[in-house]
């Protein structure tokens, strides 16, 4: 497996219904700033709403029915360093609007993460499932970033490539397997330069940041409202670096932190998803009648990955490779509702039915039962690789594996394979690590037993910013809001009243 496709922060969109917090209802601040209809320097012409009340089709299970849905698409510049010569990028949003809205504070930007998350299909799921006292004051507006989803979409691998990256051995010993992943991945990176050529800096997060800056003038906001989760903390911390007097309100919940080496983010991610696996391991001996692999579950998924090796299971015209065990370990640890699921899988894999460990590993990858995959890691790699300008090389990845694989055992030997990256075509356009100087305060969330973005990012993070005040969930999962009353109270209260909440606020799982 190229683990570059887990190193971004990718959360599967495991979307969970929120417990709604008591009722705020308060006056909106005034918001003071550029002319709502300019950013960067250039006219914006305002975004052109249409119905579109069967875009919840796929996403939800019926039609909502106290939610109305409108869509636009607002064209950017492809390269905002020249903007009136580069052609443009199309970029889609939805509007979510509570039929019982009152009282309007604006419009509420939000970003799944990845990169590679479509912002555009969470804006949609968030648009109902967000508590209700956002829902009544705040319009839901979901993007897709470019090059995602529906956003002037990359769209560089094959079905079948990623059938063959997924189900690779994720953690290579032999110089044999070693060299299938470096060739795999050279192929995926190449087929990505051989489609975008020079374009591919172009999809990077700076780039996408600029963008955020003229959805929110094509919306009429003279200030940013954002909620971001997981790599959409780093494109909110971007933005107020480059537009800090244009934020309002900023959430970073799954906080990255953008001081890091990609090869310190991997190690680190790769500690975080081993601690992960820890406290799932512990919750499998603590609740035995829960857990039916028993109370050793780390031996054995370590054994079905071993096993997976050489023997694997077959079903539903589908082998159940050591890369799709391991895939759907990485996918169950987003969130702790998915760790009976795990167990289970894992016990129906000892028991030769594969169905359950499939799709866990699909939920992930975003593989639909008929073999076909969305834009997800294309897009993922693109921003990633655009990003990074200092990662490992494939023989120094090489060396890497092998020591993190002592410090991680698990993990650590998979993470350490950014090898897509490696060999990357495209130029590098690295995004700006500094103070948002000028900048409202911003809310940083982090979760102590986060896997993908560790709990010590969130911190880093709102130091880095300097205008940012942490909160930490004692919990377990990516991403923190709104899973609990105390999360939920402390977000509302910013979000609508612009209450800050006090500097070291520590909510309890």
């Given at each position: 497996?190229?683990?570059?496709?887990?190193a971004?922060?990718?959360?599967?969109?495991?979307?969970?219904?929120?417990?709604?917090?008591?009722?705020?209802?308060a006056p909106?601040a005034q918001?003071s700033?550029?002319?709502a209809?300019q950013?960067g320097g250039?006219?914006?012409?305002?975004?052109?709403?249409?119905?579109?009340p069967?875009?919840?089709?796929?996403?939800?299970?019926?039609?909502?029915q106290?939610?109305q849905f409108?869509c636009?698409?607002?064209?950017?510049?492809?390269?905002?360093?020249?903007?009136?010569?580069s052609?443009?990028?199309d970029?889609?949003?939805v509007r979510g609007?509570s039929t019982s809205q009152?009282d309007r504070?604006?419009?509420l930007?939000?970003?799944p993460?990845?990169?590679?998350?479509?912002g555009f299909?969470y804006g949609?799921?968030?648009s109902?499932f967000?508590p209700?006292?956002?829902?009544?004051?705040?319009?839901v507006?979901?993007?897709?970033p470019?090059?995602i989803?529906?956003?002037s979409?990359?769209?560089?691998?094959?079905?079948?490539?990623?059938?063959?990256?997924?189900?690779l051995?994720p953690?290579?010993?032999s110089?044999?397997?070693y060299?299938?992943?470096?060739?795999?991945t050279?192929?995926?990176?190449q087929?990505?330069?051989d489609?975008?050529?020079?374009?591919?800096p172009?999809?990077?997060?700076?780039?996408a940041?600029?963008d955020?800056?003229?959805?929110?003038?094509s919306?009429?906001?003279?200030q940013?409202?954002y909620l971001g989760?997981?790599?959409?903390?780093?494109?909110?911390a971007v933005?107020?670096?480059?537009?800090?007097?244009?934020?309002?309100?900023?959430?970073?919940?799954?906080?990255?932190?953008?001081?890091?080496s990609?090869q310190t983010?991997a190690?680190k991610q790769?500690g975080?998803?081993?601690?992960?696996f820890?406290?799932f391991?512990?919750?499998?001996?603590?609740?035995p009648?829960?857990?039916p692999i028993?109370?050793?579950?780390?031996?054995v998924v370590?054994?079905?990955?071993a096993?997976?090796?050489t023997?694997?299971?077959q079903?539903?015209?589908?082998?159940?490779?050591?890369?799709?065990?391991f895939?759907?370990?990485?996918?169950?640890l987003?969130?702790?509702?998915?760790?009976?699921?795990?167990?289970q899988?894992m016990?129906?894999?000892?028991?030769g039915?594969?169905?359950k460990?499939f799709?866990?590993a699909?939920?992930?990858?975003?593989?639909?039962p008929?073999?076909?995959y969305?834009n997800?890691?294309?897009a993922?790699s693109?921003v990633?690789?655009a990003?990074?300008?200092?990662?490992?090389?494939?023989?120094?990845?090489?060396?890497l594996?092998?020591?993190?694989?002592?410090?991680?055992?698990?993990?650590?030997?998979?993470?350490?394979?950014n090898?897509?990256?490696?060999?990357?075509?495209?130029?590098?356009d690295?995004?700006?690590?500094g103070?948002?100087?000028?900048?409202?305060p911003?809310?940083?969330?982090?979760?102590?037993g986060?896997p993908?973005t560790p709990?010590?990012?969130?911190?880093?993070?709102?130091?880095?910013?300097?205008?940012?005040?942490?909160v930490?969930?004692?919990g377990?999962g990516?991403?923190?809001?709104?899973q609990?009353?105390c999360?939920i109270d402390a977000?509302?209260r910013?979000?609508i009243d612009?209450k800050v909440?006090?500097?070291?606020?520590?909510?309890?799982k």
């Amino acid at each position: 497996m190229a683990a570059v496709l887990l190193a971004g922060c990718t959360s599967p969109p495991q979307f969970t219904t929120p417990t709604s917090g008591r009722p705020l209802h308060a006056p909106s601040a005034q918001a003071s700033g550029p002319p709502a209809n300019q950013s960067g320097g250039l006219e914006i012409p305002p975004a052109s709403w249409t119905p579109c009340p069967d875009v919840y089709k796929g996403i939800l299970a019926s039609p909502p029915q106290t939610t109305q849905f409108s869509c636009a698409t607002v064209k950017v510049p492809q390269d905002w360093a020249h903007p009136k010569d580069s052609g443009t990028f199309d970029i889609a949003l939805v509007r979510g609007r509570s039929t019982s809205q009152r009282d309007r504070v604006g419009s509420l930007f939000i970003n799944p993460g990845g990169p590679g998350g479509s912002g555009f299909d969470y804006g949609v799921y968030r648009s109902v499932f967000l508590p209700a006292e956002i829902l009544r004051r705040f319009d839901v507006i979901g993007f897709d970033p470019r090059g995602i989803g529906r956003s002037s979409p990359v769209k560089c691998f094959s079905d079948a490539d990623l059938d063959q990256n997924f189900g690779l051995d994720p953690d290579p010993v032999s110089d044999e397997g070693y060299q299938q992943t470096v060739t795999l991945t050279r192929k995926l990176a190449q087929s990505c330069g051989d489609k975008y050529g020079d374009k591919l800096p172009l999809f990077s997060t700076e780039q996408a940041a600029r963008d955020m800056d003229a959805l929110r003038a094509s919306v009429g906001e003279r200030q940013l409202t954002y909620l971001g989760y997981s790599y959409g903390t780093l494109l909110g911390a971007v933005y107020a670096q480059l537009f800090p007097k244009n934020v309002r309100a900023l959430v970073l919940d799954g906080a990255v932190d953008p001081t890091l080496s990609a090869q310190t983010a991997a190690e680190k991610q790769a500690g975080g998803f081993e601690l992960a696996f820890k406290n799932f391991s512990t919750w499998c001996s603590s609740t035995p009648n829960d857990c039916p692999i028993g109370p050793d579950a780390r031996a054995v998924v370590m054994k079905a990955i071993a096993d997976a090796r050489t023997a694997p299971v077959q079903g539903n015209g589908r082998t159940a490779t050591a890369g799709w065990v391991f895939t759907a370990v990485v996918s169950s640890l987003y969130s702790e509702s998915s760790w009976r699921t795990l167990a289970q899988a894992m016990q129906d894999l000892r028991n030769g039915k594969p169905a359950k460990m499939f799709q866990l590993a699909d939920l992930y990858a975003e593989r639909d039962p008929s073999g076909h995959y969305t834009n997800m890691f294309d897009a993922n790699s693109a921003v990633n690789c655009a990003d990074s300008d200092n990662v490992p090389t494939v023989e120094q990845s090489r060396a890497l594996q092998s020591q993190w694989r002592q410090k991680y055992p698990l993990f650590g030997g998979a993470l350490a394979l950014n090898l897509i990256c490696a060999q990357w075509p495209g130029k590098h356009d690295p995004y700006p690590t500094g103070p948002a100087t000028g900048s409202a305060p911003i809310v940083v969330i982090g979760t102590i037993g986060d896997p993908a973005t560790p709990y010590e990012q969130a911190p880093a993070l709102a130091k880095m910013l300097g205008v940012g005040t942490l909160v930490t969930w004692k919990g377990e999962g990516h991403t923190a809001y709104p899973q609990t009353g105390c999360i939920i109270d402390a977000v509302n209260r910013y979000l609508i009243d612009l209450k800050v909440p006090p500097a070291g606020t520590t909510c309890e799982k």
